[in-house]
T-cell receptor, first 118, second 114 residues
Framework: NAGVTQTPKFQVLKTGQSMTLQCAQDMNHNSMYWYRQDPGMGLRLIYYSASEGTTDKGEVPNGYNVSRLNKREFSLRLESAAPSQTSVYFC?????????????????FGPGTRLTVL | AQSVAQPEDQVNVAEGNPLTVKCTYSVSGNPYLFWYVQYPNRGLQFLLKYITGDNLVKGSYGFEAEFNKSQTSFHLKKPSALVSDSALYFCAVREADSWGKFQFGAGTQVVVTP
């Protein structure tokens, strides 16, 4: 299994450009997440998807949109990139949906996308 | 609201000495607590978690953590550090009833010197 994969690995954008970050997992996990990592701030949740067909806002959703395309794929879109969105973006997944007994939310992370907005 | 604090930006320890990385949390209800490790240019890897039960949790690579409800702490420990333990460590929490909404600490850089 490849686990959680993310593309691209690196990206440089100009202010105002748009792009989509792709994430896919091959572990048949139900839930997926997008985080951004900034120095000294840890990981902050942007959006998450509890299951196929549902998405919810996290701590810092402004400026982003997401699509849960199918069970495997969860994409993050920046419609008009800003320098404040320069960050490292991580996708993660968890195997069990909410509410089930034994759901423990151990997250499996992708390798990250390093995004610079000029 | 939930929050996590890792009071030390960096911890320096000599190889073979005990390693402790501190974490305190604040949640309204029961906490689910996690430790993750990040090596350079890599994603986070799960180390261990506390959900319920024994306060001492054992995880990967010889790490363990102790849940202390009265002090709202979940410190990560290793009896004898290795140079290969040098990495960035994150504590995370979510409330038992707030599915999906994890709160991560800012991270603690661990440097183990030979």
């Amino acid at each position: 299994n490849a686990g959680v994969t993310q593309t691209p690995k690196f990206q440089v954008l100009k202010t105002g450009q748009s792009m989509t970050l792709q994430c896919a997992q091959d572990m048949n996990h139900n839930s997926m997440y997008w985080y951004r990592q900034d120095p000294g701030m840890g990981l902050r949740l942007i959006y998450y998807s509890a299951s196929e067909g549902t998405t919810d806002k996290g701590e810092v959703p402004n400026g982003y949109n997401v699509s849960r395309l199918n069970k495997r794929e969860f994409s993050l879109r920046l419609e008009s990139a800003a320098p404040s969105q320069t960050s490292v973006y991580f996708c993660a997944s968890t195997p069990t949906p909410p509410g089930l007994a034994g759901s423990t939310d151990t997250q499996y992370f992708g390798p990250g996308t390093r995004l610079t907005v000029l | 609201a939930q929050s996590v604090a890792q009071p030390e930006d960096q911890v320096n320890v000599a190889e073979g000495n005990p390693l402790t990385v501190k974490c305190t949390y604040s949640v309204s209800g029961n906490p689910y607590l996690f430790w993750y490790v990040q090596y350079p240019n890599r994603g986070l890897q799960f180390l261990l978690k506390y959900i319920t039960g024994d306060n001492l949790v054992k995880g990967s690579y010889g790490f363990e953590a102790e849940f202390n409800k009265s002090q709202t702490s979940f410190h990560l420990k290793k009896p004898s550090a290795l140079v290969s333990d040098s990495a960035l460590y994150f504590c995370a929490v979510r409330e038992a009833d707030s599915w999906g909404k994890f709160q991560f600490g800012a991270g603690t850089q661990v440097v183990v010197t030979p």
